[in-house]
């Protein structure tokens, strides 16, 4: 059985929910030799950010026992090499492009979404507000409502109607759903999450830390209970809000976890660094997934989960997708 795997990256349609995770393949040239980068649903980029920055002193990558943290620091070239060099290799690829942008103040991140709002190739852009807000004492935009809900305001204000916003949430908050809320009001078209959680590791031998900046952020297996836990919040709360989920994605089955939970999208990150063809197996086993369960479209099963927690009695009919529509 074919499955119907098309999904909706805002009002943007993609033959795939499968994406690469920002900042795990850089602008996508170095998984190109593995696969073509046009058969999944878009490359995230990494952060792009005004001005060229080196990132941070090594040692800035320790592996943990079920993932890895990082501590690079937005390294890159900036926007003008990007605009320059990457988007339009991506765009002579045939790849949706699905831009990420970092800065360390709401006109940084508005004039970045203007620059490339104006640029051709950008399928959408998706705002990481997990960096160091200058003006409010270098508290991260992520973790606070108001600051979320400027940015992608300023960024949404910026941006062509035609290419969808996304903002990236971060877990390291009391309450994910408020943030959500918020950047929804301020004109986001969707949301990714989760972001890395902040984590750390020291060296029992040289009794130091690991890292050289101390603190990096956790990703891999070990943060998919949370983004699950994230994910199936924010789908409760707004269920007609598009989700790009991720962290800790190695299989199609851990995918279709997180589509169950309400993503409509999943990026991979961490595993390509030991599978750099992960995205493609990943999308040959969701596909095998879905058809092993009678499903016939993607769209059937995002935040089936929820019907089916609802229960007896809770009016939300409890139905398997499929020809059947078999009853729970």
Same mark, same amino acid.
């Given at each position: 059985?074919a %499955?119907d +795997?098309?999904?909706? +990256?805002?009002?943007?349609?993609?033959?795939?929910?499968?994406?690469?995770?920002?900042? =795990?393949?850089?602008?996508?040239?170095?998984?190109a030799?593995?696969?073509?980068?046009?058969k999944?649903?878009?490359?995230?980029?990494?952060?792009?950010?005004?001005?060229?920055?080196?990132g941070?002193? *090594?040692?800035?990558?320790?592996?943990?026992?079920?993932?890895?943290?990082?501590?690079?620091?937005?390294?890159?070239?900036?926007?003008?090499?990007?605009?320059? /060099?990457?988007?339009?290799? +991506?765009?002579?690829?045939?790849?949706?492009?699905? #831009?990420?942008?970092?800065?360390? *103040? #709401?006109?940084?991140?508005? !004039?970045?979404?203007g620059? @490339?709002?104006?640029?051709?190739?950008?399928?959408?852009?998706?705002?990481?507000?997990?960096?160091?807000?200058v003006?409010?004492? &270098?508290?991260?935009?992520? =973790?606070?409502?108001?600051?979320?809900a400027?940015?992608?305001?300023?960024?949404?204000?910026?941006?062509?109607? !035609?290419?969808?916003?996304?903002?990236? +949430?971060?877990?390291? %908050? *009391?309450?994910? %759903?408020?943030?959500?809320?918020?950047?929804? !009001?301020g004109?986001?078209?969707? @949301?990714?999450?989760?972001?890395?959680?902040?984590?750390?590791?020291?060296?029992?031998?040289?009794?130091?830390?690991v890292?050289?900046?101390i603190?990096?952020?956790?990703?891999?297996?070990a943060?998919?209970?949370?983004?699950?836990?994230?994910?199936?919040?924010?789908?409760?709360?707004?269920?007609d809000?598009?989700?790009?989920?991720m962290?800790?994605?190695?299989?199609?089955?851990?995918?279709?976890?997180?589509?169950?939970?309400?993503?409509?999208? #999943?990026?991979?990150?961490t595993?390509?660094?030991?599978?750099?063809?992960? =995205?493609? /197996?990943?999308?040959?086993?969701?596909?095998?997934?879905?058809?092993?369960?009678?499903?016939? /479209?993607?769209?059937?099963?995002?935040?089936?989960?929820h019907?089916a927690?609802?229960?007896?009695?809770?009016?939300v009919?409890r139905?398997?997708? &499929?020809?059947?529509?078999? #009853?729970?």
């Open positions: 059985m %499955v +795997l098309r999904t909706r +990256l805002g009002h943007v349609e993609l033959p795939n929910p499968i994406l690469t995770a920002s900042g =795990c393949a850089g602008a996508g040239r170095e998984l030799q593995f696969f073509d980068i046009a999944i649903g878009a490359i995230v980029t990494k952060s792009v950010m005004a001005a060229p920055r080196a941070r002193p *090594t040692p800035r990558m320790a592996e943990t026992d079920s993932g890895m943290l990082n501590s690079i620091g937005l390294q890159g070239p900036g926007i003008d090499a990007f605009l320059q /060099r990457d988007l339009p290799w +991506l765009l002579s690829q045939g790849a949706r492009a699905v #831009v990420s942008i970092a800065g360390s *103040t #709401v006109e940084e991140y508005a !004039d970045l979404a620059r @490339l709002s104006g640029a051709a190739g950008v399928t959408a852009i998706e705002v990481n507000i997990s960096c160091p807000n003006a409010d004492r &270098g508290q991260v935009f992520a =973790c606070s409502a108001g600051s979320a400027a940015v992608t305001e300023a960024v949404r204000s910026r941006v062509r109607y !035609d290419i969808p916003v996304f903002a990236k +949430l971060s877990p390291d %908050v *009391t309450d994910i %759903v408020s943030i959500a809320r918020a950047c929804v !009001d004109g986001a078209d969707g @949301l990714s999450m989760i972001n890395t959680l902040l984590g750390m590791a020291i060296d029992t031998e040289r009794m130091r830390p890292l050289a900046g603190t990096g952020g956790l990703s891999g297996p943060i998919r209970p949370v983004a699950v836990r994230c994910i199936w919040q924010v789908h409760e709360a707004l269920p809000v598009p989700i790009i989920g962290g800790g994605v190695r299989t199609g089955r851990d995918a279709l976890e997180l589509i169950l939970a309400g993503a409509a999208m #999943v990026s991979v990150g595993t390509i660094f030991h599978d750099p063809a992960a =995205c493609m /197996r990943i999308l040959r086993e969701l596909d095998d997934e879905l058809a092993a369960r009678g499903v016939e /479209r993607l769209a059937d099963v995002i935040g089936l989960a019907q927690h609802a229960g007896p009695g809770s009016g009919p139905r398997l997708p &499929g020809k059947s529509g078999s #009853v729970l």
